[in-house]
């Protein structure tokens, strides 16, 4: 695809510093990143420290050369991994499963739980997807139905969680929301609709994927009935590492997705025997958390990825509205810190599998390493921000990929859509009807 001859090069009179180790290194150093990409997608599937992938090999080879006396003693390196894990995240280590992603996490709380026949499960339409589908198949098993909450992308805290509440009906067993939601890059107001539920005699299951080590002590403030979330992402560990937190006095409610030979230990050791699963990425995933504390600090990465996000955010939407003749800044009333949306020219990644293509030709064509999500017919490119970004990421961003996207929408047609102030559809800012799944961007 050949870029637009008129498009304006994007120019910053500075970038801010790379964020240093406290040995003076860039943080870069840390990561196993290829140095010829460009890596605006830490929100999808993270990417793991380079010494923690050292230590997961060295776990592996003790494992193959001696498996007789490695797997014996898996459960218990699993069982001091949740030790060192838990203070990251102001919970206990007996309040916490290790489990291999959110998603297993969740699908373990839907095949605990024991919901009345015909109970009504109320989900959002910014649900992850795989997530979602868990929680349809939990309503088939007891003849009851999935309720989707229509929340609007600037709907305010209060909105959102007024949406969700009011899908709630007489036979509303179980409400499942997310922390952080994926497709939107959104926060929901997790505590506020987890205790209205239990007041109302209603389970808990907060989805926070991307939160863990993005909002500090998340968990806690959360105070969900049941809490999961990934340490892969935002924690740095490897992929494969992720934890379920149960609210005390629920925990021995849950069972692991494996029946081991743990079945009969009370939780969480039961999770703990994981069979002849690789369990190296659990048990390097405290390294992972120690590491980046010890080597930048996760008061100073926060803060980094809060005020890199505002400028690359606002960088790339200048630069696509200019491009595009239309406001592209989305409107999202609860944006989190590491991840920005900026609206798409009209037609492209109106579906999950257009948002999926147009990352693959993005990644090949232009080598950056971006995500695109589509929400009700909108398209948007999801920008993730972590401790290795620097504002020249973005710049990038808006030099190549803008006119590559722009060039790329007047080539395969316009698709009209009514849009709103910020070129945004008035349906998705406005419409609470039961909505369609949302993207399986991770």
Same mark, same amino acid.
Request: glycine share 8%; charged share 20%.
């Given at each position: 695809?050949?870029?637009?001859?008129?498009?304006?090069?994007?120019?910053?009179?500075?970038?801010?510093?790379?964020?240093?180790?406290?040995?003076?290194?860039?943080?870069?150093?840390?990561?196993?990143?290829?140095?010829?990409?460009?890596?605006?997608?830490?929100?999808?599937?993270?990417?793991?420290?380079?010494?923690?992938?050292?230590?997961?090999?060295?776990?592996?080879?003790?494992?193959?050369?001696?498996?007789?006396?490695?797997?014996?003693?898996?459960?218990?390196? *699993?069982?001091?991994?949740? @030790?060192?894990? !838990? /203070?990251? =995240?102001?919970?206990?280590?007996?309040? &916490? +499963?290790?489990?291999?992603?959110?998603?297993?996490?969740?699908?373990?709380?839907?095949?605990?739980?024991?919901?009345?026949?015909?109970?009504?499960?109320?989900?959002?339409?910014?649900?992850?997807?795989?997530?979602?589908?868990?929680?349809?198949?939990?309503?088939?098993?007891?003849?009851?139905?999935?309720?989707?909450?229509?929340?609007?992308?600037?709907?305010?805290?209060?909105?959102?969680?007024?949406?969700?509440?009011?899908?709630?009906?007489?036979?509303?067993?179980?409400?499942?929301?997310?922390?952080?939601?994926?497709?939107?890059?959104?926060?929901?107001?997790?505590?506020?609709?987890?205790?209205?539920?239990?007041?109302?005699?209603? *389970?808990?299951?907060?989805? @926070?994927?991307? !939160? /863990?080590? =993005?909002?500090?002590?998340?968990?806690? &403030? +959360?105070?969900?009935?049941?809490?999961?979330?990934?340490?892969?992402?935002?924690?740095?560990?490897?992929?494969?590492?992720?934890?379920?937190?149960?609210?005390?006095?629920?925990?021995?409610?849950?069972?692991?997705?494996?029946?081991?030979?743990?079945?009969?230990?009370?939780?969480?050791?039961?999770?703990?025997?994981?069979?002849?699963?690789?369990?190296?990425?659990?048990?390097?995933?405290?390294?992972?958390?120690?590491?980046?504390?010890?080597?930048?600090?996760?008061?100073?990465?926060?803060?980094?990825?809060?005020?890199?996000?505002?400028?690359?955010?606002?960088?790339?939407?200048?630069?696509?509205?200019?491009?595009?003749?239309?406001?592209?800044?989305?409107?999202? @009333?609860?944006?989190?810190?590491?991840?920005?949306?900026?609206?798409?020219?009209?037609?492209?990644?109106?579906?999950?599998?257009?948002?999926?293509?147009?990352?693959?030709?993005?990644?090949?064509?232009?080598?950056?390493?971006?995500?695109?999500?589509?929400?009700?017919?909108?398209?948007?490119?999801?920008?993730?921000?972590?401790?290795?970004?620097?504002?020249?990421?973005?710049?990038?961003?808006?030099?190549?990929?803008?006119?590559?996207?722009?060039?790329?929408?007047?080539?395969?047609?316009?698709?009209?859509?009514?849009?709103?102030?910020?070129?945004?559809?008035?349906?998705?800012?406005?419409?609470?009807?039961?909505?369609?799944?949302?993207?399986?961007?991770?």
């Amino acid at each position: 695809m050949t870029l637009s001859s008129n498009a304006e090069p994007v120019r910053i009179g500075s970038t801010p510093a790379h964020l240093l180790t406290r040995s003076g290194k860039p943080a870069t150093s840390l990561f196993a990143l290829d140095p010829t990409l460009r890596h605006l997608n830490h929100g999808s599937f993270g990417a793991p420290l380079a010494a923690v992938l050292v230590e997961q090999e060295r776990f592996r080879r003790e494992a193959a050369a001696a498996p007789v006396r490695w797997f014996p003693g898996a459960a218990a390196r *699993v069982a001091q991994a949740r @030790a060192q894990v !838990a /203070p990251h =995240l102001g919970v206990t280590p007996d309040q &916490l +499963a290790l489990v291999v992603n959110a998603s297993a996490g969740a699908s373990a709380v839907f095949g605990s739980l024991d919901l009345p026949q015909g109970a009504d499960i109320v989900v959002t339409d910014h649900g992850y997807g795989a997530v979602t589908m868990g929680a349809e198949r939990l309503a088939r098993r007891v003849g009851g139905r999935v309720v989707v909450a229509g929340v609007a992308l600037d709907d305010s805290p209060e909105q959102a969680a007024s949406a969700v509440l009011d899908a709630f009906t007489d036979r509303t067993a179980l409400v499942v929301v997310d922390h952080v939601t994926s497709p939107t890059a959104r926060e929901l107001p997790v505590a506020q609709i987890c205790a209205t539920a239990r007041e109302r005699g209603v *389970v808990s299951l907060v989805d @926070a994927a991307h !939160a /863990p080590m =993005l909002i500090e002590d998340a968990a806690t &403030l +959360a105070d969900a009935d049941y809490w999961v979330g990934n340490l892969h992402k935002f924690g740095c560990a490897s992929p494969g590492a992720a934890v379920l937190v149960a609210r005390p006095g629920l925990e021995d409610r849950l069972w692991p997705l494996i029946d081991s030979w743990g079945a009969g230990h009370p939780f969480p050791e039961r999770f703990d025997h994981q069979g002849t699963l690789d369990i190296s990425a659990l048990i390097t995933a405290g390294l992972a958390l120690d590491l980046m504390e010890d080597e930048l600090g996760w008061d100073r990465v926060r803060a980094h990825i809060g005020t890199l996000a505002d400028a690359g955010e606002h960088l790339v939407a200048d630069a696509m509205s200019r491009a595009t003749g239309v406001d592209c800044r989305a409107a999202v @009333a609860s944006p989190v810190t590491a991840m920005r949306l900026v609206v798409l020219p009209a037609g492209l990644a109106r579906t999950v599998d257009e948002a999926n293509e147009l990352r693959d030709r993005v990644l090949a064509d232009l080598g950056i390493e971006a995500a695109f999500t589509s929400c009700r017919g909108q398209g948007y490119v999801r920008l993730s921000f972590h401790a290795y970004n620097v504002l020249e990421d973005y710049a990038d961003f808006a030099d190549r990929a803008v006119p590559y996207l722009v060039d790329l929408a007047r080539h395969e047609g316009d698709a009209a859509t009514p849009t709103g102030a910020h070129g945004i559809p008035t349906a998705f800012l406005h419409d609470r009807d039961v909505a369609s799944a949302a993207s399986p961007t991770t």
